[in-house]
C-alpha cells in the first residue's frame, strides 16, 4: 500500500510540474505575441501630394512591420471618385506573390488581399501593389483605407496591425476634361484658334477595362486632337438569348451605355467613366472626332467591351433558357402523344355507337318477329 501509494504521489507530483511548464511556456508565447501586436501600418507613398487637374499620379501602398513577420495583408482602399479615378494598378512589383484578392476595382473603392510565402515579410516600405490615379476636377482628394489586417507569421494568425495612415493630394486648377450624355447640350470648343493650328488626329482608345463586372464602372482613356472633342460610342453586340431578355425585361434600373461626348486636354489625352450597374452585354466602343462646324464625327478604330452579370443573375439566365428549351419540346410530346390518343378514342367511341346503333336494330327485328309470330298463332275471332 505505501508503494503504491509513493508511486502515485510520484506521478502527481510530475503532473502538476508539467502543468505549470506547459502554462508558463503559453503564457511567456502570448505576452511575447502581445508585445508584437499593433508594431505593423498600411501607408501610402507618393513623392509630391500636389497635382494638377488632368495629370496622373502614381502612389504606392505600402507596408511597415519592423518587429514582427507577417504573412498576409488585407483591406480596403477608399478615393473620392468625383476628383479622381483610377487609370491602372500595378501588383506585380509588391512582396505579395499569391493573391486570394487581386487589388479590384468597386466603385470609389480598391480591394486587395494576399499572402506572402515563407518566411514573410519584416522590415519597412515593403511595396504591396501601386495605383494610378488621374485628376479630375480641384479640391482635395483624400485617400484612406476604410478596413484593413496585417497577419503575423506566428501561427496564430494574430492581426498586428497598428495604424492605417491616410493621405491627402491637393488638385490645383489645370486643362481639364469632362464627359457629358450626347443627348445634352453639345459642349463647344474651349479654343477654336488652337485647334486650328494642329493637325487633326483621330482617336484612339489606348487604355481601358475589358471587363467590367455588375458593380464596377466602366473605365476607357484615349488620345486624339488637343481641345477637340471626341465622341465616344457604344453599340452593344451580343446576341441576346430568351432568357437575357428577360432579365433585362425586369432590370430597368441598370444604367444604359450609349453615346457620350468627352473633350481633349491639351495634349489630346481624354477619358470616360462610366457609373456602376450597367446593363450587361458585349460592346463595340468607337471613338469620333467632332466637327462641330461641319456637324460630323470622323471614327477611328473600335474596342470591345464585356460588361457581366452577377452570378445569380446568370445561373437564373441559364435557367430561363433550358426552360424556354425544354417547353417546346413538351408541348411538342404532348401534341404527338394527344393526336393519336385523340383519334383512337374518337374511333372508339364511333364504333361502340355503331355497336349499340347495331343491337337497337337486331332488339327491333326480333320485336317485329315476336310480334308477327303472335299475331299469326292468334285465331281470328
Not at 103 to 117: A, V
Not at 201 to 217: A, D, H, L, R, S
Not at 274 to 290: I, M
Request: with cysteine; hydrophobic share 45%.
Amino acid at each position: 500500500m505505501k508503494y503504491w501509494l509513493g508511486r502515485n504521489t510520484t506521478r502527481i507530483f510530475l503532473g502538476i510540474i508539467l502543468f505549470f511548464v506547459l502554462f508558463f511556456g503559453c503564457l511567456n508565447k502570448n505576452i511575447a505575441a502581445a508585445q508584437n501586436v499593433g508594431s505593423a501600418s498600411l501607408f501610402f507613398s507618393n513623392p509630391s501630394t500636389t497635382v494638377k487637374e488632368g495629370d496622373e499620379f502614381t502612389i504606392n501602398v505600402e507596408i511597415n512591420s519592423p518587429e514582427q513577420s507577417i504573412n498576409a495583408v488585407s483591406g480596403t482602399i477608399s478615393f473620392p471618385g468625383n476628383l479622381v479615378h483610377v487609370v491602372s494598378i500595378n501588383k506585380d512589383i509588391g512582396i505579395i506573390k499569391l493573391w486570394t484578392q487581386e487589388p479590384k476595382l468597386r466603385s470609389d473603392n480598391i480591394l486587395f488581399e494576399g499572402i506572402i510565402l515563407n518566411p514573410g515579410f519584416q522590415g519597412n516600405n515593403g511595396i504591396i501593389f501601386s495605383v494610378t490615379f488621374q485628376a479630375e476636377a480641384s479640391g482635395v482628394a483624400n485617400l484612406s483605407f476604410s478596413d484593413g489586417a496585417i497577419l503575423a507569421n506566428n501561427g496564430l494568425g494574430t492581426n498586428i496591425l497598428a495604424t492605417l495612415a491616410p493621405i491627402n493630394f491637393n488638385i490645383i486648377p489645370g486643362p481639364t476634361f469632362v464627359s457629358s450624355p450626347i443627348a445634352k447640350a453639345t459642349p463647344t470648343l474651349p479654343n477654336t484658334g488652337a485647334l486650328e493650328q494642329v493637325a487633326l488626329v483621330i482617336p484612339t482608345i489606348t487604355k481601358y477595362f475589358p471587363t467590367v463586372g455588375p458593380q464596377e464602372n466602366l473605365f476607357l482613356k484615349g488620345k486624339g486632337t488637343p481641345f477637340a472633342l471626341t465622341q465616344i460610342s457604344f453599340r452593344d453586340i451580343s446576341v441576346q438569348s430568351l432568357g437575357d431578355k428577360f432579365v433585362a425585361f425586369f432590370q430597368g434600373q441598370k444604367n444604359t451605355l450609349g453615346n457620350v461626348i468627352v473633350e481633349n486636354d491639351k495634349n489630346g489625352n481624354f477619358h470616360y467613366l462610366s457609373g456602376p450597374n450597367l446593363v450587361a452585354g458585349v460592346y463595340n466602343a468607337t471613338p469620333a472626332l467632332v466637327n462641330t462646324t461641319a456637324n460630323t464625327a470622323t471614327p477611328g478604330a473600335s474596342v470591345q467591351l464585356l460588361v457581366s452579370n452577377s452570378i445569380i443573375v446568370k445561373d437564373l439566365v441559364v435557367f430561363l433558357n433550358i426552360l424556354g428549351l425544354l417547353i417546346p419540346i413538351v408541348f411538342l410530346i404532348v401534341i404527338i402523344y394527344f393526336i393519336p390518343w385523340y383519334s383512337w378514342r374518337r374511333m372508339r367511341i364511333m364504333k361502340e355507337k355503331m355497336l349499340l346503333e347495331e343491337e337497337k336494330v337486331e332488339i327491333t327485328e326480333a320485336e317485329l318477329k315476336q310480334k308477327s309470330l303472335t299475331k299469326s298463332a292468334t285465331p281470328d275471332s
